[in-house]
């Protein structure tokens, strides 16, 4: 099974602060993979890492080959490693087909023209394109998170890394948000998945579980499913 | 459609009459100084809303490009004869290397940095300016050597050719912004502007888009630093690089509609306008400080009533007239 993103004892921290401490994990293609943890337990913080927001203090992160540690962050985009930040982050001033032009970068671009890749994500989320002149800011939160994770997906990414996507949504759009990611793995798009929600199991292959930075559990998604801790953590059941 | 349509058609009769203003029966050389003092003013709107409006990045101390560019065109005149053709390159370089060195070290940053540097930077200049009185003259002003009607020299005692040139440069920086708008490095810009973080993530190289942002800002803003000071023949620290000057450069974009192309030219005529009449209205009803106060509550009136800028309501106007 090939890998899409390698991680390897990674330590990061702010000051004195340890934020993760030694973690370890590998994404093979067209998996899903999700981080558990509460808040704190330092989720984000690897994902700041991966994307090059930050750097660690220890370890190796690598993607298609590459290192990733010491890129710049706008780099790591282009190295197929996409990213969609916590909090549904479009270019509000910008109409959606602007939003999902920026992003377009011609070196990923796989022989599709900027069209081509913006009737795939239309394809993919029919409400962007009845959209497709308004203003991003004027959207629904829910259309605001499909545009963010079509901006994403313009440049075909071999991994889509999501910030906690369904947070602030309505059930019923949390849903619909989750039954797309379903279709981009299907695609063959590994997906690393930051989220509280429990929906977001049933999507996973793999994952892990952190608290206080440390690795506390790790494995498949029946192992996660099994777990007392995820259980008291995510299910509400004892 | 039909927006976009009268949009153009009046903004081509607009261009016309301006530029054809000379011929006109009531025409003088006053009205014609003042159309010219609205364009220049227009025109500083236009640059500082590239990288205030389009980057979203606040520069209140945009003055210092604006007195790089007159006063470097002016010494290079008076001191060595060197032609403001030329003089306006130098005034160009200095201000990128200005801003090249204010964005260098704040862009990293984000927050009020970069806003705090123009500030200081345009304070900075102005003492600049006040001490080294030998070459700037101080205080008193610059005074550009006037050698008579020249085209090398691009001067006139009558203000009429000048309009053509502030008209162009009104023009050119309008059909710039437009460009801009739509263009990829323009859409990078407002990426940025809406949510850096964003913009990051879609691979957009964010320190360096905005430090491109400013440089283009920065050397639109000297061009018309060079045409003012040859248009008034005086500049001084106060009106080059002092606060004021910075505040007066952000109203046309801030009256008229933020990151628009048509907001700074709105918001600036509509500015000039006003301020005229308001002063004609003092004067006629012999009531002094009246202008002052008129023009400020206009100005409340717009920034209250049109948020965005005049261009919004204008725009849904426009649209909702009846064919």
Known sequence: ??????????????????????????????????????????????????????????????????????????????????HVPEGRRVFTHLSVEENLGVSFIDARAKGRTLRQAIDEIYA??????????????????????????????????????????????????????????????????????????????????????????????????????????????????? | MMTRFSFNWIGIACVLAVASLPAW???????????????????????????????????????????????????????WGVPPWIGVWAGMLAAALVAVAIGG????????????????????????????????????GFALQFLGDSWWGLQSR?????LWPALALVVGYYMLTRWLLRSRFGLELQAVRDDEDAATAAGVAVFRTKLMGLLLSAVMTALVGTLHVQFYLTIDPGNAFGLFQAVQIQLPSLIGGLGTAIGPVLGGAVMIIANEATNWASSRFDVPGLDVLAYGGLLLFIVIRAPEGLSGPLSAMLRRRPR
């Open chain 2, 158 to 162: 009558e203000p009429t050719p000048f």
């Open chain 2, 25 to 79: 029966p009531f025409s003088d050389s006053y009205i014609v100084a003042a159309v010219i003092r609205t364009l220049i003013f227009i025109a500083l709107g236009q640059a500082w809303n590239v990288i205030a409006g389009i980057g979203g990045q606040l520069s209140l101390g945009h003055g210092v490009f604006f007195g790089l560019g007159a006063y470097a065109t002016a010494i290079l005149f008076n001191l």
């Open chain 1, 1 to 82: 099974m090939s890998e899409v993103l390698r991680v390897e004892g990674l330590s990061a921290g702010y000051g004195d602060l340890i934020a993760v401490h030694d973690v370890s994990f590998s994404i093979g293609q067209g998996d899903v993979f999700v981080l558990l943890g509460a808040n704190g337990a330092g989720k984000t913080t690897i994902l700041r890492c991966i994307t090059g927001l930050m750097s660690p203090r220890q370890g190796r992160i690598i993607a298609g080959g590459a290192e990733l540690i010491g890129k710049k962050a706008h780099e790591v985009a282009k190295l197929g490693v996409s």
């Open chain 2, 105 to 140: 070290i704040t862009f990293r940053l984000r927050g009020v940095y970069f806003a705090l540097a123009t500030v200081v930077i345009s304070l900075a200049f102005e003492k600049l300016a006040r001490f080294f009185v030998d070459l700037t003259g101080g205080d008193a």
């Open chain 1, 124 to 238: 993919l989320f029919p409400r962007l394109s009845e959209r497709r002149k308004q203003h991003a800011g004027t959207m629904s939160g829910g259309e605001q998170q499909m545009l963010a994770i079509g901006r994403a997906l313009m440049n075909a990414p071999d991994l889509l890394m999501l910030d906690e996507p369904s947070l602030g949504l309505s059930p019923l759009m949390a849903e619909l948000v989750f039954e797309r990611l379903a279709v981009i793995r299907a695609g063959g798009t590994s997906i690393l998945l930051v989220e509280q929600n429990s929906s977001c199991l049933e999507l996973a292959d793999r994952g892990l579980m952190l608290a206080n930075g440390h690795v506390v559990l790790a494995g498949d998604r029946a192992a996660l499913e099994d777990s007392d801790m995820v259980r008291r953590a995510y299910l509400g059941t004892n």
